[in-house]
């Protein structure tokens, strides 16, 4: 990637341009900065900027050869070392190198924005900590002592530094403190005091700080679309970090769209003469993965919940505005003693459903008719 598509940080890259200029790059670096500040995205940019063949006073050209290997991530004398540990494909003896391929997916996945999470989530192994091990040093080792294939510099990118454990960094010690000739090896951390004393006394410091909101609000609407006074609201919320950002975005689009999807769900349980819609959209909500369906049914719950406190009097307790909260207060007379515990349930018992595999299609079928008996019981109820 190009410097210029690095969100914010404008000192660090003036800094790094800076010493690139006066011929004074460290070969061992530790670009140090919490999750979602951008510094592998940094350090990868920076690395490109340095083996471009056609670069500018300040980025890389992104179009020549070296620029394009290194947009793959695959350039030949780019080496990646992260923490690893055994899943379902690789059942013994972890190493980077056997995970390049979902390296490079999960990557292209994050725009280079990668936590460990939710790299942890992209292997699929669970709660299992990740290493960077001893065999990932021998392996580095042997490769950095032969001559590189075609750029000036071959780069060495430890991602979560902080995990290498003690094997890999005895190993690794000779390496770090006077890497062979035209080599460079960033390390990229999140946190000092987790990183052995052994490998930060050998490296120089970049320091790289949380994103600033405007940065983060910025990044949102040209990146994301979202206009500007959602994106500055957004900005507070994430703490200086891109990935914060993104997955209150996400969450935020979830929350919008099971709101219409179940308006539009009761409307049509309400209307039972229009079957052949509610069929339909039953089998939408049935192809929705198992995890929007139980969100859907969640926030199911929580209209209902909403509901009965906007019965009660407590509708001071209900945090939803505009339409969301018109729709609880048109709800809430049609949700009483007549029905709102079988709702509940019954919501309830879909979901325990869903997580056993109940076909998704079938269930919310019955839900409905379900619903819409609940529905016309709760009507009577109010007219009384
Ligand atoms: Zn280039």
Redesign the pocket.
């Known amino acids: 990637m190009q410097l210029k598509s690095i969100i914010g940080q404008q000192e660090v890259k003036a800094r790094l341009l800076a010493g690139f200029r006066e011929n004074r790059v460290a070969h061992t670096q530790l670009f140090l900065g919490p999750e979602g500040s951008g510094s592998l995205a940094l350090a990868l940019a920076f690395a490109?900027f340095i083996n471009?063949?056609?670069?500018t006073e300040t980025d890389?050209?992104?179009?020549?050869p070296?620029?394009v290997k290194y947009q793959k991530l695959a350039h030949p004398d780019l080496y990646f070392y992260f923490p690893t540990t055994t899943n379902d494909s690789v059942k013994k003896d972890p190493k980077s190198s056997l995970f390049l391929e979902s390296w490079r997916e999960y990557l292209n996945k994050t725009d280079v924005y990668p936590t460990q999470n939710g790299w942890y989530g992209h292997l699929g192994v669970g709660n299992k900590q990740g290493y960077i091990r001893k065999d990932d040093a021998n392996e580095l080792i042997a490769k950095i002592a032969l001559k590189s294939y075609e750029s000036e510099y071959k780069v060495v990118i430890f991602w979560m530094a902080e995990k290498m454990n003690e094997a890999a960094s005895n190993k690794l010690l000779k390496t770090l403190e006077e890497p062979p000739d035209k080599t460079l090896i960033f390390l990229i951390a999140e946190r000092y005091e987790l990183l052995l004393a052994t490998v930060r006394s050998r490296a120089q410091i970049v320091k790289i700080l949380p994103l600033k909101d405007e940065e983060i609000a910025t990044a949102l609407t040209d990146r994301k679309g979202v206009g500007q006074q959602e994106a500055a609201q957004f900005s507070l919320l994430a703490k200086g970090s891109w990935n914060q950002a993104v997955d209150l975005l996400e969450n935020a689009e979830e929350l919008q769209s099971n709101f219409i999807r179940f308006r539009q769900w009761l409307r049509l349980c309400f209307r039972p003469k229009d079957y052949l819609e509610l069929n339909k959209f039953n089998s939408e909500l049935g192809r929705m993965g198992r995890e929007k369906q139980k969100r859907f049914l969640q926030y199911g719950l929580e209209v209902v919940h909403n509901s009965i406190m906007l019965n009660q009097k407590h509708g001071n307790t209900v945090r939803k505005s505009g339409e969301e909260l018109d729709f609880s207060v048109k709800l809430a007379p049609l949700v009483n003693e007549a029905n709102q515990r079988e709702i509940y349930r019954l919501c309830n018992e879909a979901i325990y459903h869903i997580e056993r595999n109940a076909h998704g299609g079938i269930l919310f079928t019955d839900l409905s008719f379900k619903l819409l008996d609940l529905l016309a019981a709760g009507k009577r109820r109010m007219a009384k």
């Open positions: 490109q471009c063949r056609e670069r890389s050209c992104g179009t020549c070296s620029c």
